[in-house]
């Protein structure tokens, strides 16, 4: 591997004075974060271990269902899955929206470098910001760009795929699953294929790079979220993810997570593994700094590679709690409320299986039960229900089994890791 670690350090002087600027631009756009920075004395500090850790909480409180009224250039981007009953407002101002494009056309535009100009590129996503912006990076790195529509059915974006023969394929891992096995098939063969929302490990990007004819270095998997934007992406060199150059991120044990409050004193630790914080140097209309992602990651560190100090880790190892995505996010909350209809008092789990599988403890999971869920979530959550009619994604799966067949070993305890 062309990459050397690194000791661990603190924040250089200059990304000191970057975060503190951050956080007083924070301060200023957003009241209760001016609050939550005086109560702790921390206005102008540059010293992550000073500033509060931002979780589900506080931002549901003050920033997901707020109007913003303040912030009339910004633009509205929602969660599919709710908390509460209502959809997650995230709010891109002009520059968030151009720093994320100019991140993912850094990106592309280093992995297709040997995609002549012209070629043409195609994003086949679901919602979000990642969906709203990738035309306009395929447009800007010079390729013939379209992406298809995520309420169309599946037939129809086999067809469209088809026709256009991408060169360039941008797309979610489930949805790539779903196109494969998708009849009559998927007859294209890209050169260059990028995936996020989904766990995509190397067995899975060698499977996909095997089934079109390609290398699998030629598949890159990409990490991100519509809260921060650009987060991370697969080196084929070093073996690792590294983070893009805005992040500051930071990992705190995973058993420490559930209990953590804007409030507590939580040092900074940017080597091991846990639970990831994220601070986007880069946001502006999203409070992100110390934000909770929900993610556990393994190896945090910082390399040398290819003259340059990057901060990487190993592998993403799952979701431990807030939003679970099946094409769509449906959120945690949601996720209980369905389960404490259809199954009061029930400890049960969900996991990632190629979509949304939930383990209930139960003898038996009857037609009229898993219908239940399955209505529930087609309620809770319109956007994973449109990917379902459409066949980009499958059906919600409801298994049972025996009291000491939970993997996560504790009642209504939530560890969506990928199966097998």
């Known amino acids: 591997m062309s990459h050397t670690t690194l000791a661990p350090s603190a924040l250089s002087p200059a990304r000191a004075a970057e975060l503190a600027a951050l956080a007083a631009g924070h301060a200023q756009r957003f009241p209760w974060y001016r609050d939550l920075l005086l109560r702790r004395g921390a206005l102008g500090s540059g010293i992550l271990s000073d500033l509060p850790v931002l979780g589900t909480d506080a931002l549901s409180a003050h920033y997901y269902t707020a109007d913003h009224a303040h912030l009339p250039d910004a633009s509205v981007y929602h969660t599919s899955g709710t908390s509460g009953g209502r959809r997650k407002r995230i709010l891109y101002s002009p520059a968030d929206d151009d720093a994320y494009v100019a991140q993912r056309r850094e990106l592309f535009g280093a992995f297709t470098q040997s ?3 012209g070629a043409v590129a195609v994003a086949d996503l679901g919602t979000g910001h990642a969906a709203a912006s990738a ?3 395929f447009l800007e790195l010079g390729f013939t760009a379209y992406d298809i529509d995520f309420t169309r059915p599946v037939d129809e974006h086999v067809t469209r795929l088809n026709a256009w023969r991408p060169d360039v394929f941008f797309t979610m891992p489930m949805i790539l699953d779903r196109l ?5 098939g998927l007859d ?3 050169r260059k294929v990028m995936v996020v929302g989904d766990v995509a490990p190397p067995a899975w990007r060698a499977h996909v790079a095997e089934r079109f004819g390609v290398q699998p270095q030629d598949i890159l998997d990409v990490f991100g979220s519509i809260e921060i934007g650009a987060i991370a992406y697969s080196c084929a060199q070093t073996g690792l993810y590294h983070f893009h150059d805005h992040i500051v991120p930071e990992i705190v044990p995973v058993e420490r997570l559930a209990r953590l409050t804007v409030h507590d ?4 630790c940017q080597e091991g593994s846990g639970a990831l914080l994220l601070t986007s140097l880069a946001r502006r209309y999203f409070p992100a700094v110390r934000y909770v992602t929900g993610d556990a990651i393994t190896g945090l560190r910082r390399i ?5 100090e990057v901060f990487a880790f190993e592998r993403i190892d799952g979701r431990l709690a807030g939003d679970f995505k099946h094409g769509e996010r449906i959120s945690n909350h949601d996720l209980a409320q369905i389960m404490a209809e259809v199954f009061p008092s029930r400890p049960f789990e969900a996991a990632d299986d190629d979509g949304l599988v939930i383990r209930v403890v139960a003898d038996t999971v009857g037609d009229d039960q898993l219908a239940a ?3 529930a979530v087609d309620r809770l959550a319109p956007d994973v229900a449109q990917m379902i009619a459409s066949g980009l994604v499958g059906p919600v799966r409801v298994t049972a089994v025996p009291p000491d067949g939970l ?7 939530r560890l969506d890791l990928k199966e097998g």
């Open 115 to 117: 995609v002549p100009p």
């Open 135 to 137: 035309r306009r990076v």
């Open 180 to 184: 494969l096995q998708a009849r009559p």
């Open 188 to 190: 294209i063969r890209p």
């Open 265 to 268: 004193q939580v040092p900074s």
């Open 304 to 308: 040398h590679h290819d003259g340059r």
């Open 373 to 375: 869920v399955r209505s």
């Open 407 to 413: 993997r996560s070993g504790h009642a209504k305890r």
